[in-house]
């Protein structure tokens, strides 16, 4: 088997890369390096059966040239912070939309006829049914992060239906774990670092979000590859749990040893965009056989272990 990884210098994609070599796979990764990190690929690239395409989906000779005898494609190279949407319009749809676009068509004209796609979440906006399933009514898009990414899923499920291809769209809650480069762990770490005495929070700190460990996500991941069998299968990833901004800062100070002032920015919602409650109905997944092993505590801590210890991280992300 020979996989593509799209994004494969990022925070999931340099895991699924180390997870592949080690499944005894062959593997290109392809990132433009705009947020992946060359350091993540260290291990990967001691490996013979590995090879790294630095290059830009937005080009679509390069992607077409880069699959040429792939097997399977992980695509999840996209737009990786999705607070600005609103400041570049443009932004998601060129990361996210266009270059799956340009993927399928790469793989169509190699005969490449199985993807997974890194969705998200966010597609279901502010949703009218909580924990949310799959096939609940689509409500409409309050992001410009979630709309892209739906448009991709529709891209995905038409080349299926035209193209007799096979794809695994999988609707992440937030990441967690080492390598973690974006996200509300980094930023409050970040800001404490900065200064330990106050931390600013956008929003009330009252909004509910659910996480996931980035190796549980990989399990789910290949689980759902190698069982569900559909044309196109599309799954929630998640926990069955959900905490608190306010929550995960507490656990965040008190493992800093820190009892800073908290100052908010008001309202329901951190950014324009950004969905006060996101917890998903996973039992689609758990079907499959799939449980998670890690509590979202456990993974914000092992997160911010891990940022203790690499510090070199904030001087390089973007």
Request: aromatic share 10%.
């Amino acid at each position: 088997m020979k996989a593509l990884v799209t994004g494969g210098a990022g925070f999931i994609g340099s895991h699924l890369v180390d997870r592949l070599l080690q499944d005894g796979q062959s593997v290109i990764a392809f990132d433009n390096f705009s947020t992946g990190q060359r350091r993540f690929l260290e291990n990967a690239q001691n490996h013979d059966q590995f090879d790294l395409i630095e290059g830009d989906l937005l080009d679509e000779c390069q992607i077409e040239s880069a699959m040429e005898s792939v097997d399977f494609v992980w695509h999840l190279a996209a737009n990786a912070d999705v607070r600005f949407g609103t400041d570049q319009p443009r932004h998601d749809l060129e990361q996210n939309t266009l270059v799956t676009a340009n993927v399928l068509e790469a793989m169509r004209k190699n005969d490449v006829r199985h993807i997974a796609f890194s969705s998200t979440g966010s597609v279901y906006g502010e949703a009218s049914i909580i924990p949310t399933p799959e096939d609940c009514p689509m409500p409409i898009q309050t992001s410009l992060y979630g709309a892209s990414k739906l448009a991709c899923e529709g891209m995905i499920s038409a080349y299926c239906e035209g193209f007799q291809m096979q794809a695994w769209i999988f609707r992440f809650v937030s990441i967690l774990g080492e390598r973690y480069t974006h996200g509300h762990i980094i930023d409050f770490y970040e800001k404490l670092r900065a200064n330990p005495k106050r931390l600013h929070i956008l929003g009330n700190g009252q909004q509910k979000k659910s996480y996931l460990y980035i190796h549980d996500c990989l399990d789910a991941m290949f689980t759902a590859v190698e069982s569900a069998t559909g044309f196109i299968n599309i799954l929630n990833l998640g926990t069955d749990e959900y905490v608190e901004v306010n929550d995960s800062v507490e656990l965040i100070t008190q493992h800093l040893q820190l009892n800073p002032k908290r100052t908010y920015a008001g309202g329901e919602r951190g950014w324009i965009g950004d969905n006060p409650f996101i917890f998903l109905d996973c039992r689609r997944m758990r079907d499959l056989g799939w449980s998670p092993k890690c509590s979202i505590r456990d993974g914000i801590l092992a997160t911010l272990n891990w940022l203790q210890t690499n510090h070199w991280v904030f001087e390089t992300r973007q």
